[in-house]
Protein backbone atom coordinates (compact mmCIF):
# COMPACT_ATOMS: atom_id res chain seq x y z
CA UNK A 1 0.00 0.00 0.00
CA UNK A 2 2.86 2.01 0.44
CA UNK A 3 2.73 5.29 2.37
CA UNK A 4 -0.82 6.00 4.54
CA UNK A 5 -1.92 9.82 3.60
CA UNK A 6 -1.91 12.05 6.65
CA UNK A 7 -5.06 12.81 7.92
CA UNK A 8 -8.32 11.17 6.51
CA UNK A 9 -11.94 11.98 6.74
CA UNK A 10 -12.74 11.08 10.28
CA UNK A 11 -9.27 12.73 11.33
CA UNK A 12 -8.01 15.79 9.64
CA UNK A 13 -4.80 17.35 8.93
CA UNK A 14 -5.35 20.89 10.80
CA UNK A 15 -1.72 21.44 11.72
CA UNK A 16 0.85 23.89 10.20
CA UNK A 17 3.54 21.76 8.05
CA UNK A 18 6.45 23.61 6.71
CA UNK A 19 8.36 21.34 4.50
CA UNK A 20 11.83 23.80 4.92
CA UNK A 21 12.15 24.04 0.99
CA UNK A 22 12.29 20.04 0.94
CA UNK A 23 10.98 17.96 -1.83
CA UNK A 24 9.50 14.25 -1.13
CA UNK A 25 11.09 12.32 -3.89
CA UNK A 26 9.44 9.10 -5.18
CA UNK A 27 6.41 8.94 -2.99
CA UNK A 28 4.18 5.66 -3.54
CA UNK A 29 0.93 5.25 -2.51
CA UNK A 30 -1.19 2.18 -3.87
CA UNK A 31 -4.88 2.63 -2.50
CA UNK A 32 -7.06 2.68 -5.54
CA UNK A 33 -10.13 1.92 -2.95
CA UNK A 34 -8.67 4.92 -1.25
CA UNK A 35 -10.48 8.18 -1.93
CA UNK A 36 -8.37 11.82 -1.63
CA UNK A 37 -5.30 9.91 -1.81
CA UNK A 38 -2.24 12.30 -1.68
CA UNK A 39 1.00 13.11 0.61
CA UNK A 40 -2.06 14.58 2.86
CA UNK A 41 -5.07 13.28 2.14
CA UNK A 42 -7.69 15.47 3.98
CA UNK A 43 -6.46 19.24 5.67
CA UNK A 44 -8.57 21.42 7.75
CA UNK A 45 -7.85 25.03 8.08
CA UNK A 46 -4.60 23.87 7.72
CA UNK A 47 -1.10 25.54 6.31
CA UNK A 48 1.16 23.73 3.95
CA UNK A 49 3.78 25.67 2.92
CA UNK A 50 7.66 25.31 1.35
CA UNK A 51 7.21 21.33 0.22
CA UNK A 52 7.20 19.91 -2.91
CA UNK A 53 6.41 16.46 -4.46
CA UNK A 54 8.50 14.72 -6.90
CA UNK A 55 8.36 11.42 -9.06
CA UNK A 56 4.91 10.47 -7.48
CA UNK A 57 2.94 7.36 -8.41
CA UNK A 58 -0.16 7.47 -6.48
CA UNK A 59 -3.49 5.20 -6.27
CA UNK A 60 -6.69 5.87 -5.56
CA UNK A 61 -10.16 8.28 -6.08
CA UNK A 62 -9.86 11.43 -6.53
CA UNK A 63 -6.01 11.79 -6.54
CA UNK A 64 -3.42 14.53 -6.22
CA UNK A 65 0.25 14.95 -5.12
CA UNK A 66 0.32 17.56 -2.23
CA UNK A 67 -3.29 17.26 -0.72
CA UNK A 68 -6.28 15.55 -2.09
CA UNK A 69 -8.86 16.91 0.38
CA UNK A 70 -8.22 20.78 1.45
CA UNK A 71 -10.72 23.20 3.32
CA UNK A 72 -9.93 26.62 4.83
CA UNK A 73 -6.38 28.54 5.11
CA UNK A 74 -3.65 28.35 2.94
Known sequence: KGFSPIGNSTIQFTG???G???IV???FIDR???G???FIGYADNAS???LGIKNASI???NV????GYKLGNE
Do not use: D, W
Open 20 to 22: NGF
Open 36 to 38: YVA
Open 64 to 67: AGLA
Open 25 to 27: ESL
Open 59 to 61: TGV
Open 16 to 18: NYN
Open 48 to 50: ITK
Open 32 to 34: PNG
